[in-house]
Each structure stands twice: as C-alpha cells, then as structure tokens.
C-alpha cells in the first residue's frame, strides 16, 4: 500500500464564513447541507453540526450521477436511521432538484402551521445552503432558482461572499462560501476530498494521490477498471499498476519506461469525468 499524504488547505476566508453562518443562524428556518454522494463521510464538515445546532437539517447527496447507485440508496438509509432526511440530487442535469422544495415544506411542516395560525401565511421559509468547496452548491441554487443568478465553477473557492436568493414567494435561499476545516484528522478524509477535486490540485503529489485512487479502485472497483483499461494485473503493487495503465494508454517514454505523471493526472480526470464508471469511494459501514 502506497504512502498517505498529509492534505491541508484551510484559506483564511474559511475562519470568517464560519462566523458568519453561526452570526446569520437566528433568522434561518432549516439548513441545506450539500455533500458529494460519492465521499458522503469526507464531503460533510465535522463542525458542521455544532454550529447548526437544533436547526432542522436536510442533505442533498448531490453528483448522484457520478455515484454507485446502490450506495447512493444505502446512504440513504443511514441518514434517515439518525433522523436526517436526505435526497439524492445532481446539480448539473437537475435530476431530483425538484423533490427539494416539498422536503423543506415536509421539515418545516409545523412551522408553517405555526404561521397559518398567526396570519402570516405569506412569510417565506429561509433554508442556509452550506457545503464544502467545489460540492455545487451555487449550481444547485441557480438550477432551483431557474436562473444562472450565481457565479458557478468547478473550482473550489469560487463563492466568497452570503448571497440571498428568492425561489418563489414561499422560499428564500441563502447561499454561503464553501467551508473546510482547520485540520483533517483523519488523513483519508483529506485524500478522498483530493481525488474529487475540492482541495487545488497545486498543494498535492499527484502520482501518489492516483496510486492511492488505483488501490481503492482495485478493492471495490475491478470490473470498471478492466473495461475502461484492458486486463489488469491486480497483484501488482499501486505503482506498478499506474505504469501498466499508463503503458495501456501509450505514455511510455525513451527507455520504455512509463510516463506515471501524465498517468496520475489522466487517471485522476477520467475519475472525476466519471469515464470510468459511476463509483462511490466511502461506504455506509466506514461510518459505522
């Protein structure tokens, strides 16, 4: 098994949103927590909760289409066992986007009681969306909102500033800026946030983040591999398994010798691309 880097990236805008989601909490109904369906345990912010609170909480697994299927409906099932609804969603092609608006009305069901019986049938339900860097939480808005209203990129650390939105008379959105943690505890969490893209690509080994890819891909993943690749030879070490998929590739340079960067970083593209195959790296009895 290959080497576990030590991933951290905390920008100092991070320490600022924080403050200002726990400074904004008292005027929000129920609070939106995107996380990426395919690392459901590494996309969620620990501190998450604690800053929330007892606000009423729905998560979105959102890019379900990048995600196993299977797991996707097993996360499911965990989230509801600790009496969190959660719906899967994928941002870019709207699926499942549409089931959000009657989950906050389900949520919030007694609220809205509350102000049928008070005459203030008109008052908007406020929802925090929040989520880590790169997980879409500005595309999710601007596809509920019909509208390209907010600034959206594949980049992490795009949205700087809260942002309030009106989706209809009935909901109002705030969107906030991503936020990570000071420290990943768990060195996996790091690397699983790393091969999806939310931590920039310029602070990391990149062959040795596709060498840790390969090794959970060849645990859970083979048949995937093997179509996209040819035949593979699964008892070789990861090192070794990146220069025979590199060779597949033509990557070889003088000396026949494998070109393991250009390897790692098409190995890493085609994953997030989901040329690969519809794959979920974390499972439900990781987090067990």
């Not at 995107?34 to 998560?59: E, Q, W």
């Not at 019986?117 to 997980?135: D, E, Q, S, T, Y």
Request: glycine share 8%; proline share 5%; net charge positive.
């Amino acid at each position: 098994m290959s080497e576990m880097q030590n991933i951290q990236w905390f920008p100092g805008h991070m320490t600022k949103t924080k403050r200002k989601i726990a400074e904004i909490l008292p005027i929000i109904d129920a609070v939106a927590e995107i996380v990426d369906a395919r690392i459901p345990i590494s996309s969620r912010n620990p501190d998450l909760m604690g800053i929330i609170k007892d606000k009423p909480l729905l998560i979105l697994l959102n890019k379900c289409d990048m995600a196993d299927p299977k797991e996707t409906a097993k996360w499911i099932s965990f989230y509801k066992n600790k009496g969190i609804p959660a719906i899967p969603v994928d941002c870019k092609t709207g699926r499942g986007v549409s089931d959000f608006k009657d989950k906050v009305k389900e949520i919030l069901g007694d609220k809205l009681e509350s102000y049928k019986a008070k005459g203030m049938v008109g008052k908007p339900l406020r929802v925090m969306v929040v989520g880590i860097p790169n997980v879409g939480k500005s595309t999710f808005i601007n596809r509920i909102a019909g509208a390209s209203r907010l600034k959206a990129e594949n980049r992490p650390g795009v949205t700087r500033g809260n942002q309030w939105v009106t989706v209809d008379k009935q909901l109002e959105l705030l969107d906030t800026p991503g936020v990570l943690w000071p420290k990943f505890e768990d060195q996996k969490v790091g690397e699983h946030l790393a091969f999806t893209g939310a931590v920039k690509d310029a602070v990391l080994d990149t062959e040795l983040l596709a060498m840790r890819l390969l090794e959970n891909l060849s645990e859970n993943y083979r048949e995937l591999l093997t179509a996209r690749f040819g035949e593979l030879d699964f008892d070789l070490d990861s090192y070794d398994l990146l220069c025979l998929v590199g060779k597949k590739r033509g990557m070889v340079i003088r000396g026949g010798e494998t070109d393991t960067e250009r390897a790692a970083k098409m190995l890493l593209e085609e994953y997030r691309n989901c040329k690969i195959g519809k794959i979920t790296l974390e499972r439900t009895n990781d987090n067990a």
